[in-house]
C-alpha cells in the first residue's frame, strides 16, 4: 500500500469546523503561567538513588559500577557509569542498558586480546595496538563522557512557540515546509559533518559486523572505545587468517520486526544496507527528497534507519507513515533519534497488541498515532516525567493538531512513571496516563541487540 496522505472519511465528519474551532478557543483559552507565582506550579526534576531504582545486575558488574546519585531532567534519568575502560554517561534506562551491554563486550574482547592464540598472532601480523585501546580507554572520552544533549528541545520548541502564541504545531517544528530554518535557527548539518558520519560508518566491516553479533551489540554504535576494540580484532583476524570465538552475551528477548530488522544490520555492508532501506521504502511511495536527508543523517545511525524503516513497514495500512520520515529528518542530536525510534517501536507494538492505527498525527516532533476505535496515542519511553512546561505545551499542541479528528479519548503511556503533579496537569488537558508499561510489553529497546 502506497503512504497515503488524502483525505479519508474520518476528516470529513460532520461538524468538523465547529469541532476543532471549539477545541482551538478552549485549548488557548487556557491561561499560560508567566508570572512567578504561576510558574511555580511546575516542578524541578527529582533526583534519585541508583540503588534503589536498579536491578543488582545494572547496578554493578565485573567491568562497570553506577554511580549512586541519579539525577533527571523531567523526562530521562540521567546516569554516570565508571568502568574499567573509562567513564560513560547513559541518558535514559534503555542508553544505560545498552552502555552496560557495550562494556561488557568490551570485557570480552579484552579477555580475547589476552590469549596466548592472540597473542601470537598479533606477534606474527606485528599488530601491536590493541593494548593502546585499553589505555585510552581508561582516560575520559568527551564524546562520551559528557552531558548528554537529551531531549528536552523536542518539548522545549512547544514551550517557547505556544507561550508566543504561535497557531500550530507545524508553525513551531516547520514539519511539513519547504523551508523549516528560522533566524537563529540550525537548519541542519553542514556537509563535513555528514561527510564523517559517512565515512565512519563506510569503514564499518563485515568482521567487525560478525563480532558485533556474537557480542549482541550495535556494530555502529558511538562507543568509541568498542568501537575501537572490535576494529582492532578484526584487523589481527584478517592479518592472521582465522576466527576467534567469543562467547555469546544472553539473548534479550524482543520486539519480532526490530530482530529482524538487527540481523539485516548485523549481515549487510553499509551501501548494501541503505540501498535495501532505500528500495523498500520507495516501494511503498515516499518521496526521493525526503529518503536523501533521512540516508544523509549524520545522528540516524543505519541501525536506527533499519528499525525505523522496518517499523513502519510494519504499519502497511497507516496514513501518513511519510510523516514519520520527515519527523525523523528533524532530530537534532543522537538521544533525540533513539528517542524518536523508541517511541516509534512502541506505536508499532500498540498497533499489533493493542488497537489498530489509521494514521499518524502530523506536523509534530514524535510519532503520535490515531486509532480506529477514536483515540489518540503517545507512547514516550521516559524513565519518569515530572510537570514542565514543555510537557504541558506538548501536551496542548497534541490536542490542538488533532482537532480535526473525532477522537474520544487521549492516552499517554510512558515505559516509566509520572509525577502526581504531571498526571493532574495532563488530566486536566484531558490526557489519561497509563504508567510503568513496560511491565506489559516483551520490550526489549532496539538499543540491545540479541
Do not use: C
Amino acid at each position: 500500500m502506497m503512504f497515503g496522505t488524502g483525505p479519508s472519511d474520518m476528516d470529513h465528519d460532520l461538524g468538523l469546523d465547529m469541532r476543532r474551532t471549539a477545541m482551538v478557543l478552549a485549548l488557548l483559552s487556557m491561561t499560560w503561567p508567566s508570572a512567578p507565582a504561576a510558574a511555580q506550579d511546575f516542578e524541578q526534576p527529582p533526583e534519585f538513588k541508583a540503588s534503589e531504582i536498579l536491578t543488582p545486575d545494572l547496578l554493578n558488574g565485573d567491568h562497570h559500577r553506577v554511580i549512586e546519585q541519579v539525577t533527571n531532567d523531567g523526562y530521562h534519568n540521567i546516569y554516570e557509569i565508571w568502568s574499567d575502560f573509562g567513564p560513560f554517561t547513559a541518558y535514559g534506562s534503555p542508553m544505560l542498558r545498552m552502555r552496560i551491554t557495550e562494556i561488557e563486550a568490551i570485557g570480552q574482547l579484552q579477555d580475547l586480546s589476552q590469549t596466548e592464540v592472540f597473542l601470537e598472532s598479533a606477534a606474527n601480523t606485528t599488530v601491536s595496538g590493541f593494548r593502546a585501546i585499553w589505555q585510552a580507554a581508561t582516560n575520559p572520552i568527551e564524546t562520551i563522557a559528557g552531558l548528554p544533549e537529551g531531549i528536552i528541545r523536542i518539548f522545549h520548541d512547544y514551550e517557547e512557540d505556544i507561550v508566543d502564541g504561535a497557531g500550530t504545531a507545524s508553525d513551531i517544528t516547520g514539519i511539513g515546509k519547504e523551508d523549516s530554518g528560522g533566524e537563529g535557527e540550525d537548519d541542519g548539518y553542514t556537509e563535513d559533518e555528514i561527510t564523517k558520519a559517512f565515512e565512519i560508518h563506510l569503514g564499518v566491516r563485515s568482521a567487525q559486523r560478525r563480532r558485533a553479533r556474537e557480542l549482541g551489540v550495535d556494530p555502529y554504535t558511538s562507543n568509541e572505545p568498542l568501537q575501537s576494540a572490535l576494529n582492532e580484532i578484526a584487523r589481527i583476524e584478517r592479518a592472521a587468517r582465522y576466527g576467534m570465538k567469543l562467547v555469546p552475551l544472553p539473548s534479550i528477548p524482543g520486539v519480532g520486526y526490530i530482530e529482524t530488522a538487527v540481523e539485516a544490520v548485523w549481515t549487510k555492508d553499509y551501501r548494501e544496507l541503505q540501498k535495501f532501506n532505500r528500495e523498500r521504502l520507495i516501494e511503498s511511495g515516499v518521496a526521493e527528497a525526503d529518503l536523501d536527508e533521512f540516508f544523509r543523517h549524520p545522528d540516524v545511525s543505519p541501525t536506527l534507519q533499519t528499525i525505523i524503516v522496518s517499523g513502519l513497514l510494519e504499519l502497511d495500512d497507516v496514513e501518513n507513515r511519510d510523516q514519520v520520515i520527515r519527523q525523523a529528518n528533524s532530530v537534532r542530536s543522537e538521544d533525540e533519534a533513539y528517542f524518536f525510534t523508541e517511541s516509534l517501536s512502541l506505536l508499532v507494538w500498540f498497533h499489533n497488541n493493542q488497537s489498530p492505527l489509521v494514521r499518524f498525527l502530523p506536523d509534530v516532533h514524535l510519532p503520535v498515532g490515531l486509532t480506529a476505535d477514536r483515540r489518540q496515542i503517545a507512547m514516550f519511553p521516559v524513565d519518569y516525567m515530572a510537570w514542565t512546561p514543555g510537557i504541558a505545551a506538548a501536551a496542548k499542541i497534541y490536542t490542538l493538531e488533532s482537532a480535526d479528528y473525532p477522537i474520544d479519548d487521549r492516552e499517554l503511556w510512558l515505559l516509566g512513571d509520572a509525577s502526581p503533579r504531571a498526571r493532574q496537569g495532563l488530566a486536566a488537558l484531558g490526557w489519561q496516563v497509563k504508567e510503568d508499561v513496560a511491565t506489559e510489553i516483551d520490550w526489549a529497546p532496539h538499543l540491545q541487540l540479541d
